[in-house]
DNA sequence: TCGGATACGTACCGCTCGGTACAGAATTCG
DNA sequence: CGAATTCTGTACCGAGCGGTACGTATCCGA
């Protein structure tokens, strides 16, 4: 179907990028509609045509966020063996959480981990989205012990979660301000300890040549 | 200097203690003044009286939390070896995290990660008092280093950094609802972790006894 | 060229926000 | 008793919130 009417005189593309970042540093009840508009670039009113207001245009934000940014998550899965998985996932994260072109930290957090009740759906879509990639993790992991990567005893639910756990934390450091190259120095201590509860063995000699 | 004027209708003590808890589970932009006088059953003019205003009496809140709610804190530094200064924190930290008599998860990262501009002190005065604890931490393994307890070659800050980054992850963790019981098994893998890089050694039979 | 459709911009809606003025109630001191 | 002092409750402040009505501008198809 053709056009019809006045064209968008924005790209709502980029348009939902700039919410990203507003949602991302000031969190979904931080962030205003004054606050979106002025660094979309738009009205309020273009606003809710193109996204159909604040709630909407968060969950689209944090779609895209998802699709964009934590794009790292798919080459992660895709590693051949469990040990590679997770370093990818850990270390590629860490990069994630400081990049300078980007807010710090990671918007499935920043948004809000606790709202007002009337936002308490907020938090609790939020919360969920990041127990999805949690059971994704825990999938990948129960793959690998079927696949005999993993020792028969190793547990997929809780190494998935412990490894989670790390980057929320890591997440929260890098909102905090803490620097990539230290949190890539935890982000290591993180993979000794998926290893050695695991049983996971790292690549010959792949991850650090000389 | 005796009481003069008209006595205090409520315990200030106590209304603190709601404050707490209405800061923790909706965050510093999330509880409005009319939900904190409410759950403190007193009025405005009375909060702004005897707290100053929602900004201080949340940063009187975060001081009695963390009095009251991360005294284990204390304890676990009193530990005699650097094992189980860690052991301690992480374990006791996963039970304050998932009190049924508490809100879930960590005021200091429920009170707000992200802010609106406005209120931006607020996100750096709760990230600088989480560091701080961390550099408590630092401090504490350094000394076990000092003393042997820990090898020359450990690094305290690094250390204590990946220490944090997994209690608050466990905090967000638990704010989302993950029981105590799995939160435990991912405190488990990160002490593992914590042991594998510091080269701490666990007490010889102390901790799991049959 | 004109009608239908869509987007834009202004100006506004009711509501809640954090904070306060002020009058009345309760207490101690003289 | 009365005066001074402190707390309580109501009623209110200006400002900003999320959301929208409406007139104008700009496009397409006929």
């Known amino acids: 179907m053709p056009q019809r009417g006045r064209p968008r005189g924005f790209d709502a593309d980029e348009a939902l990028e700039r919410a990203v970042e ?7 009840e931080g962030a205003s509609v004054s606050d979106l508009t002025e660094a979309m670039g738009i009205n309020k009113p273009s606003l809710y045509a193109a996204f ?8 689209k934000a944090v779609a895209r966020y998802a699709e964009k940014d934590m ?11 469990a040990y590679e ?3 990818t996932l850990l270390r590629e994260n860490v990069v994630a959480v400081t990049r300078t072109d980007r807010p710090a930290g990671c918007l499935s957090i920043q948004g809000g981990t606790s709202c007002s009740t009337e936002n308490a759906p907020i938090a ?6 990041r127990l999805g990639g949690e059971v994704a993790l825990a999938d990948r992991l129960a793959r690998a ?63 650090d040549p000389a």
């Open 52 to 59: 159909g207001g604040k709630e909407e245009l968060f969950r």
């Open 22 to 28: 507003v949602f991302w540093r000031q969190g979904y």
């Open 124 to 129: 609790g879509f939020l919360a969920s989205s």
């Open 145 to 207: 012990v079927a696949e005999g990567d993993l020792p028969a005893q190793a547990d997929p639910v809780a190494l998935a979660r412990f490894v989670m756990i790390v980057t929320e934390g890591q997440a929260v450091h890098a909102a905090a301000g803490v620097s990539r190259e230290d949190l890539r120095q935890a982000a290591e201590i993180a993979l000794a300890g998926f290893a050695a509860a695991s049983g996971a063995r790292p690549p010959e000699r792949a991850t």
């Open 71 to 81: 794009g790292y998550a798919r080459d992660a899965f895709a590693q051949p063996t």
């Open 85 to 87: 998985v997770v370093a």
